[in-house]
């Protein structure tokens, strides 16, 4: 997921406040000791199959995962809200979902084709691929959409966590307002690395410019009342096994986990989120996705006890989106 290569270039329409680049990271500002390492291991994709949600209940209560995010309209959300209803502590946003990318099992717009005609293909589905969401659909049914997931979320009774972006399709500029605006309107939480943006910069190559533009959102974001995360690393997806080594589980285990671990000491004091996609794939899955192997194996780094430990042993903190709402409020 490319988020921050064509993040803010010319033609974005967001209002932003002045303000100076951050002297405390937003860790700082709510409360976590100064330079700390303060981690979110967030699991996308919860709704989308059964593998997806058996992996991430898996990862969340066998591992060390302590986030997720819920992609409204696939077939498989309202068995992970049972789930949720029984657990309704745990951190679950909403995985706003605007392409739908896999060949066979395709799932389709919440907004009426009347409402958002340019958020439906030829099939009536989600357009495959971002590029061609920012070809046909407009701002205006982006954001349609985007409202509608998060009442279908709400409409299961409970109140997301935060949204994020399924494939990174809010971060383009033609979208990336609505993202934030609906954050602020509907007082959610938004993913956006407003901080000093260390990973997610030196992974896409930002410039200096780009970065204080992300600072300024992030601004704008706190202003509002929101927590903000410092920085922002999306790339797991693509950690896959060297060619030529066996897809057994002991080895997807251990190359992911020191990949992880490797990434945790990349990663700079303040509050970093990190995405996986952890899945328990069966038999079917690969129907769906020819990724069951790096899926499998954010699944089995999020349970292996050799994570937990160097996390452990690194004086790394591990928090939530619930913790970090709790402490944006007693913030003045």
């Given at each position: 997921m490319n988020l921050i290569l064509t993040l803010l270039i010319s033609g974005l329409t967001l209002t932003l406040v002045s303000a100076q680049p951050q002297p405390q990271t937003f860790a700082e500002k709510l409360g976590f000791p100064k330079d700390k390492k303060v981690i979110i291991l967030h699991i996308d994709d919860a709704g989308m199959s059964y593998e997806s949600n058996q992996g991430t209940i898996k990862s969340m209560e066998q591992g060390i995962a302590n986030s997720t995010s819920v992609m409204m309209p696939c077939g498989w959300v309202p068995q992970f809200f049972d789930y949720l209803k029984q657990h309704p502590q745990v951190d679950a946003g909403v995985h706003l979902t605007l392409t739908s990318e896999w060949k066979n099992y395709r799932w389709f717009p919440l907004v009426g084709r009347d409402k958002a005609p340019g958020l439906y293909d030829g099939q009536g589905a989600f357009w495959p691929g971002v590029q061609q969401v920012v070809q046909h659909a407009s701002a205006n049914e982006v954001e349609a959409e985007l409202r509608a997931q998060i009442a279908r979320f709400r409409g299961f009774g409970l109140e997301p966590t935060h949204i994020d972006s399924h494939m990174g399709t809010l971060f383009e500029p033609k979208f990336l307002d609505r993202?934030?605006?609906?954050?602020?309107?509907?007082?959610?939480?938004?993913?956006?690395p407003g901080g000093h943006a260390t990973l997610i910069a030196d992974d896409n190559r930002m410039t200096g410019e780009l970065r204080q533009?992300?600072?300024?959102?992030?601004?704008?974001?706190?202003?509002?009342?929101?927590p903000v995360i410092d920085d922002l690393y999306a790339d797991t997806y693509g950690w896959n096994l060297p060619k030529g080594t066996p897809v057994t589980d002991k080895n997807l285990r251990e190359f992911k986990t020191q990949k992880y671990i490797d990434l945790l000491k990349a990663c700079r004091p303040g509050i970093t989120f990190i995405i996986n996609h952890a899945t328990d794939p069966g038999e079917l899955f690969s129907q769906i996705s020819d990724s069951g192997p790096t899926r499998k194996g954010d699944m089995l780094a999020m349970m292996d006890p050799a994570l937990k430990a160097f996390i452990d042993k690194e004086g790394i903190i591990l928090t939530t989106w619930r913790e970090l709402i709790s402490r944006r409020k007693q913030v003045k």
């Open positions: 993202y934030i605006k609906v954050g602020i309107t509907e007082k959610i939480p938004v993913m956006f533009t992300a600072r300024l959102i992030g601004q704008q974001l706190w202003d509002a009342g929101l």
